[in-house]
């Protein structure tokens, strides 16, 4: 009996793993050359913004230490497929954001969150790829949000962050904002969008020393300094802090994957 072959998760039928990869590195090139769809983004800041403010009641606060030119990263924690939205309302300027490759499955999806400056990055895979157009987007001297945690972290307290936010830091030599969101993952439930209270705190801005090929402890130490103003922010807000023994199990863990 002839099996098939396996297929990959989140890959379409039909679709190989070199095709998913050839359609990803697209997406990627064509946020590196044409940009956020100036038309597309006027249009979806003049109906999320007013949106976010009145169904949500949107709290900003702290929003003016984004600056509105030059290369900017700014790094969150996770918590709804809103976040993006949420901190592009508050920005008052483009921004592009790393999403999870599955989003882009869809065709009409993906060309609707690319022009909104989304690119795909293949989690776990170490995708040196998404890192570089990341890089070439804040070198030009644009705005990149990141999500540190790599993936969605509902509810409770935050998770633990990866070491691509503290290279990219490095590396690129742009500003970070830390911030933190709460009230967002409360938001779904199933298709229903819920109004709930949802707010936002940016802290000041960082400036790293640029490192053009930082080691895997200064990429680890620069995350961690990050991950505390992010966490400041949070706690500022009255999220929930993590228990001090899974803090001190969760520390080995993460020496042991920076190295």
Known sequence: MQT??????????????NGTRAELSSLRKRTRERGVNPVLYLLA??????????????????????????????ASNHRSFLDPFVIGA?????????????????RLQAWFLSSLGAFPIDR???????????????????????????????????????????????????????????GTEDVRRGWRIRPRKVRIRCGLPLRLARAERPSRDLAAAATKRIWACINLQWEWLGGAKAPRASAERAAPRERARAA
């Open 124 to 182: 776990g895979a170490g995708d040196e790829e998404a890192m570089a157009t990341a890089r070439e987007i804040l070198d030009r001297g644009d705005c990149v949000v990141i999500f540190p945690e790599g993936t969605r972290v509902r509810p409770g307290p935050l998770g633990s962050p990866r070491s691509g936010v503290g290279r990219l830091a490095l590396e690129s030599g742009a500003r970070v904002v830390p911030v933190a969101l709460i």
């Open 4 to 17: 098939q072959p396996r297929r990959q998760p989140g890959s379409a039928p039909g679709r190989s793993r």
């Open 45 to 74: 800041r003049a109906v999320l913004v007013p949106f976010f403010r009145l169904y949500f009641r949107l709290e900003a606060i702290g929003s003016e230490q984004l600056p509105r030119s030059g290369s900017l990263l700014i």
């Open 90 to 106: 508050i920005a008052r300027r483009p921004v592009y954001y790393v999403a999870k490759r599955e989003l882009f499955e869809r």
